[in-house]
Structure formats: structure tokens, C-alpha cells
């Protein structure tokens, strides 16, 4: 199953980029996700709960530009699925996001959900609230500007920062999530938790 939404955002397109780069702060806009939690730059851990039941599974990055996209992957877990958030520039102040998922429902439950479009409203609820989130903020809890390259997975670096965020930092911008930044040059990147979810993924 696919699926795929889209919604304006009243941001800059780097601010609206930033913040989804702070997977840990997905639960404060992601219904469905209790906690994310970053293992390393481009793997993080996540736990959601659908219709009830509480599932766990690893996501990776597979694919990362700065301003223009982030693509996963899940690991593990019991629900296969895949994703990419592109961002696209409408002008200096407003922001186009658009979220593609493809799953494959792993049981009943999911199978039904998806025979009455449940993913695809909860997806659209979840960028509604991310609108709500960015915009009554006016800004980003933090950012990692890393780039991933797709197929090798290899990271460059980019200028990471800490923007009153709820965590506690991390050294060298090596993880996503944290609060205040410290240290010097690329700092650490900071999130509530991208997981640190910063994740697309969602």
C-alpha cells in the first residue's frame, strides 16, 4: 500500500527541513509514536501504538539532503515499510511537505485500516499537527545538516545546532537529538527527541 499527502507550511523551507531532522520530537506531532530514540547518526528506534497494541521497530536513513529530502527504511520489527519527506520551496516564508509511505499491512488489523484509508487520514492528521507544531513555534528545536548519500549510506557532515530543545546535548553533532547546543563549531543537534524519531518516519 502506498500512500501519499501533502500540506503547506507557513516556514522558510530550511526551518521546516530542520525540524524533521529531530526525530525525537516526532511524538509531539506524530500521533501514533510514543518515543524515538537515536542510536547513531542514521539509525533510530522507534515505539508506536496502533489500535491499541504497542510495537517496536529500528528505522534506518537511507537517503539525506539538506532542504530537499529524507528517506527511510524500516528494520526489523513487524511492519515492513518505507518512506521519503521532500520539501519544496513556494517562496521565502512557506514550505510544501509531502510524505510518501509504502507498508505492507502485517495483520488483520492493519489489513482493515487499510481497506477504510485508516493510514492515509492518519498521515494527513499527523502533517496537520506537524503544521500546528512548526508554526506555533516560528522556528526549529534544532537541526542536523548532515547529508546521507543513497545506496552507500555515507555521511558528510553539515553544520548541526541546538535550539531550546527538551534533551540534553551530544558531542560533535553525532546525534540528532539533545537540547541546548555546547561545545564548539558543528555542535550537537538538538531535538526533543530527528527521534533524536530525528524519523518520516514516520
Not at 512548526?134 to 526549529?140: A, K, L, V, Y
Request: glycine share 14%; no cysteine; aromatic share 6%.
Amino acid at each position: 500500500m502506498q500512500i501519499v499527502e501533502s500540506i503547506d507550511v507557513d516556514v522558510p523551507v530550511t526551518t521546516a527541513y530542520n525540524q524533521w531532522t529531530q526525530f525525537e520530537s516526532f511524538p509531539h506531532f506524530l500521533k501514533e509514536v510514543e518515543s524515538i530514540t537515536q542510536i547513531d547518526e542514521t539509525h533510530n528506534h522507534w515505539k508506536v501504538k496502533v489500535g491499541g497494541f504497542e510495537r517496536e521497530f529500528d528505522a534506518e536513513i537511507t537517503e539525506q539532503h539538506p532542504d530537499e529530502r529524507v528517506a527511510w527504511k524500516s528494520v526489523g520489527g513487524d511492519t515492513a515499510h518505507a518512506g521519503v519527506v521532500t520539501f519544496h520551496r513556494l517562496d521565502d516564508a512557506q514550505t510544501r511537505v509531502t510524505v510518501q509511505i509504502d507498508w505492507e499491512p502485517s495483520d488483520l488489523l492493519e489489513k482493515l485500516g487499510a481497506v477504510v484509508h485508516a493510514p492515509q487520514h492518519a498521515v494527513k492528521k499527523d502533517l496537520d499537527n506537524f503544521k500546528e507544531f512548526i508554526e506555533g513555534r516560528g522556528g526549529e528545536t534544532g537541526a542536523w545538516r548532515g547529508d546521507v548519500e543513497a545506496g552507500t549510506g555515507a555521511v558528510r557532515d553539515g553544520d548541526s545546532s541546538g535550539v531550546a530543545g527538551t534533551g540534553t546535548g551530544t558531542s560533535a553533532g553525532t546525534l540528532r537529538n539533545g537540547g541546548s547546543a555546547t561545545g564548539t563549531g558543528a555542535a550537537d543537534a538538538t531535538g526533543l527527541p530527528p527521534s533524536g524519531t530525528g524519523s518520516t518516519g514516520v
